[in-house]
């Protein structure tokens, strides 16, 4: 399969790959595949050339990860920021993304095979009309799929990802699903486009750089990080077992962190609740004041009514969402 | 075959972290070991005041090198390619030593670096700035013999107005405490912001953008979005610190703020000087 290289670990790797896995593994890792270029000035060949070797790297790392048992993958393929490059160096991306999925459609029968999802997230809008028509075929062949997630963020940036975010929640309000006091952390996150996903554990960046360069600012904010100076091209599965070496050194204090965050997320929507409730008896209760019991018969109410109204704001959401990527790209109507 | 695996990767875990507290004690015991050793020849030769040493805690400066410290540091910041407009100081440990991050922090002024922020995963400072305040003036007199708060000007982030931009102007450095409430709780409300506008009709969902979100989370028109954060603790992780201000942030770790020292810090702007930032190009 394109994708996917198909292949086994020797014996040394599947020996280290066992060992690490006595320990906890990440479930979702996300890759900064950076360093192509440079790859390509160091091998004096073209650039394309070092896009289409990062192109294998990235199967022959998905192979790596389907052994080691992560089962979701998000890569930063192309940033909003790349359109800056070259109009021959973009145009040779898009073509070689064409290439891939186009590739891709062609191999349905290995996809649901490995039961290989696909999404692509980001502002596919940007993207000529021939591309954004395959991914749709893409993404619609393989979104019943669920051994394996591969999320290709293209066209993407975090703060992109984000405002249109806090738009959609905008939408929810402008059509009378959600008030504005039900916006909440949870709800944004439920909004991004990495929505289906679970947070990444891990975060690997190749080619020395240590910075996030827009990259899924909001889901990795508890992450563990790991800066790696190989460049993407020339990744290896013993700089991948590094990198969740990392990860298992830094799990507890992550967990704790997490479960902290997670705590003092609960206590502010609580919080809220309670205010939000307050501000409801003010003026719309009868004026008499409710004794606890009420009181907490009462909060629970408006809780699960704010709950009720999420949901069906979410699924509206959805519909929307799907409906989009089915009627636009495809240019069905 | 299992329990093998398991027995394996607990010895490798183990040896993982001896080598860990065994590099920690290491470069401690160095660095004291190399300040006798620079302290001995300093007392055994005549040094002139124009070659720099190591600056040495256990010795108690007298006025006059306080200010050659001052120049010193400015000139150190004067020589690097690029300084980074706002500085951010992560502190991934479990207890804060507020000498160690004042010394940080009065550095960070004196090399000119124009902002600096303070973060940790607790609040901690946010909640007792009290203390890291007078611990920074404290050692801004120590260290640069300055007195009052003309060098320093403490802003806690909260919603920017106009009147804080004009304070800000009247100060050198700026100082920000930073707490995670400052990070999605903060986006969270800009968007409650803009919701309510929806809601009132004054603005419509396709108004938003990163610009205007963007608008909203910027404290005050002058605050640069910090350009290196400096994480001071073993966990690899930016542990919530304001998500949307790190898009093009340079992160550089250093083992621990305690005991750290002017030439660990200086080492690490160093570092970001040389760092290219291709934007997307």
Known sequence: MSWIREGELNLIEKLSANILKAGPMPKHVAFIMDGNRRYARKRQVERQEGHTQGFDKLAETLRWCLNLSIHEVTVYAFSIENFKRSKDEVDGLMELAKQKFIRLLEEQDNLEKHGVCIRVLGDLTLLPLDLQQHIARAVVATRTHNKCFLNVCFAYTSRHEIANAVGEMAWGVEQGLIKSSDVSEALLSRCLYSSNSPNPDLLIRTSGEVRLSDFLLWQTSHSCLVFQSVLWPEYSFWNLCDAILQYQLNHRPLQKARDQHREGQALQQHEADRACLADLLQHHGNGKPLDAQRRREALLNYTASREERVQDFLGALQALVRSGTDVGRLGLS | ?281
């Open chain 2, 1 to 281: 075959m299992a329990i093998v695996y398991e027995f394996v990767w607990q010895v490798l875990h183990v040896l993982l972290h001896i080598h860990r507290t065994l590099i920690t004690w290491f470069r401690i015991r160095l660095r004291n070991w190399n300040g006798r050793l620079w302290s001995r020849a300093l007392t055994a030769l005549i040094v002139p005041m124009a070659l720099s040493f190591p600056n040495q805690k256990n010795i108690v400066p007298a006025p006059g090198k306080r200010v050659d410290r001052r120049y010193r540091w400015g000139a150190d910041g004067k020589s690097l390619e690029k300084l980074p407009d706002h500085i951010g100081l992560l502190i991934a440990e479990e207890e804060p030593r507020y000498t160690d991050i004042a010394n940080l922090v009065v550095w960070c002024m004196a090399v000119g670096i124009s902002y600096v922020s303070v973060y940790d995963n607790y609040g901690v400072f946010r909640r007792d700035n009290s203390r890291l305040m007078d611990e920074i003036l404290k050692q801004q007199q120590e260290l640069l013999d300055l007195e009052g708060s003309k060098q320093l000007c403490v802003e806690f982030l909260n919603n920017g107005t106009d009147k804080q931009d004009q304070q800000v102007l009247s100060c050198q450095s700026v100082l920000k405490v930073l707490s995670p409430d400052d990070g999605k709780l903060r986006i969270v409300q800009a968007a409650q912001q803009l919701c309510r506008a929806v809601e009132q009709r004054d603005k419509t969902s396709k108004d938003i953008n990163v610009t205007v979100l963007d608008s909203l989370l910027r404290e005050s028109k002058s605050t640069p979005d910090p350009d290196l954060v400096l994480k001071f603790g073993p966990v690899e992780s930016t542990l919530g610190f304001l998500p949307w201000h790190i898009r093009l942030t340079e992160f550089i770790s250093l083992p621990s703020h305690v005991g750290v020292s002017y030439e660990d810090l200086f080492s690490a702007l160093q570092r970001y000087a040389s760092c290219e930032q291709r934007l997307g190009k």
